[in-house]
């Protein structure tokens, strides 16, 4: 089984960053792509950013140009670094992975349980 650990999520006021972290563990043979995606209340799930295994990335038009998404393979752990954050970024947001099980032959869809990020003065 594969387990994702998100970690950083908080308080911060409008115009602040924060940075969350999420690392894969468990019997893990490859993962091929990485990514964030948030929940608002009374909202559905929506994707925030996706990061491949060759590096490639793509972001919600709404936090391009404030948030970065990086990843480091060697440790199967990825980052959302948000900058000058806004009330509407307030949301859970939840890690996930596309990631193959060791003797397994698909790849499947694993999540987090979720940090929460509250933008508030």
């Known amino acids: 089984q594969v387990q994702l650990a998100e970690s950083g999520g908080g308080l911060v006021q409008p115009g602040g960053s924060l940075r969350l972290s999420c690392a894969a563990s468990?019997?893990?043979?490859?993962?091929?792509?990485m990514g964030w995606y948030r929940q608002a209340p009374g909202k559905q799930r929506e994707l925030v950013a996706r990061?491949?295994?060759?590096?490639?990335?793509n972001y919600a038009d709404s936090v391009k140009g404030r948030f970065t998404i990086s990843r480091d393979n060697a440790k199967n752990t990825v980052y959302l670094q948000m900058d000058s954050l806004k009330p509407e970024d307030t949301a859970v947001y939840y890690c996930?992975?596309?990631?193959?099980?060791?003797?397994?032959?698909?790849?499947?869809?694993?999540w987090g349980q979720g940090t929460q990020v509250t933008v508030s003065s």
């Open positions: 468990g019997s893990i043979f490859s993962i091929k792509a």
């Open positions: 990061i491949r295994s060759s590096g490639g990335t």
């Open positions: 996930n992975a596309d990631a193959m099980p060791r003797g397994g032959v698909n790849y499947y869809a694993y």
